[in-house]
């Protein structure tokens, strides 16, 4: 199981705690990912690739999706890591799979707004961001060998660079 918390900042108690069966388990338990919170929903990136939308009072969960099941995705060696970004009604995630290299989710209802074709081999820890850049708002996602821009309305990509390597250092 994963767990979705509401705690009250002053006792720590939990407000409310929702539970969704995920398959699968890696070696490092708990999640990789930071929710993303809004005045009606809180949205969540499990380590198996659930994407979750729960009701920000109740805790009820509103829509449930999988990079799995829905974007043929593959998770990285410690699952997926990566935090969804909210931009006006939407939420936006990478599958980076050659079913869709970023998309974006009606918040209300899970409902595909837009996608972009692949964009990039697979890099499952990296979290889309926006930032303006040239006076325009861009949504930019780095993949282990590309970075592209893309319009956070529609999912045109902008721009895209590829060529470099992505080295680590351990």
């Not at 969960?61 to 043929?72: G, M, P, R």
């Not at 006076?135 to 999912?155: F, K």
Request: aromatic share 12%; charged share 25%; proline share 4%.
């Amino acid at each position: 199981f994963d767990v979705v918390r509401c705690m009250d900042l002053k006792s720590g108690k939990d407000k409310w705690a929702t539970k969704y069966e995920n398959e699968g388990r890696f070696s490092h338990n708990g999640s990789r990912s930071i929710p993303a919170v809004d005045d009606k929903y809180v949205f969540t990136m499990g380590c198996m690739g659930d994407v979750v939308c729960v009701d920000r009072k109740l805790g009820k969960i509103i829509w449930q999706k999988n990079l799995l099941k829905d974007w043929k995705s593959k998770p990285e060696n410690w699952g997926f890591g990566q935090s969804p970004i909210l931009y006006k009604d939407t939420v936006i995630f990478a599958p980076l799979s050659s079913a869709a290299g970023v998309t974006a989710l009606s918040k209300a209802t899970g409902k595909e707004v837009w996608k972009t074709a692949d964009i990039g081999k697979k890099d499952g820890y990296s979290s889309p961001f926006l930032t303006k850049l040239l006076g325009e708002t861009m949504l930019i996602q780095q993949s282990s060998d590309t970075v592209s821009g893309l319009n956070p309305s529609t999912g045109k990509v902008l721009w895209s660079y590829k060529g470099y390597k992505v080295s680590w250092a351990i």
